[in-house]
């Protein structure tokens, strides 16, 4: 099993950054991908981002495209997301999630996810 533990998130000014982390732990294989998710009030969940095991190959939502930045750490114990010029619109639960394989966008292909932790971005 792989936990995911997600932190960094809360309330922020539209224009305003957050730095979203997610921590793994338990079992971490090598060609593992991780990505991130949301989901709004009412909405389903969405594809935001994902990187490659080693960090060469990046996937972005047009919807946060030159505005957000995946990035793991060298030991691939923590995934980060930092977000900036944030809208209200991007306000959601991120979710961090792990797969044994390559990226996808389709979150039914991630079997490990974190918690969650809430991004609120006010007008």
């Known amino acids: 099993q792989v936990q995911l533990v997600e932190s960094g998130g809360g309330l922020v000014q539209a224009g305003g950054s957050l730095r979203l982390s997610c921590t793994a732990s338990g079992r971490t294989f090598s060609g593992q991908s991780m990505g991130w998710f949301r989901q709004a009030p009412g909405k389903e969940r969405e594809f935001v981002a994902a990187?490659?095991?080693?960090?060469?190959?990046?996937d972005y939502s047009d919807s946060v495209k030159g505005r957000f930045t995946i990035s793991r750490d060298a030991a691939k114990i923590t995934l980060y997301l930092q977000m900036n010029s944030l809208k209200p619109e991007d306000t959601a639960v991120y979710y961090c999630?792990?797969?044994?394989?390559?990226?996808?966008?389709?979150?039914?292909?991630?079997?490990?996810w974190g918690q969650g932790t809430q991004v609120t971005v006010s007008s």
């Open positions: 990187i490659s095991w080693s960090g060469l190959i990046i």
């Open positions: 999630a792990a797969r044994n394989s390559g990226m996808d966008r389709e979150d039914k292909r991630y079997p490990y």
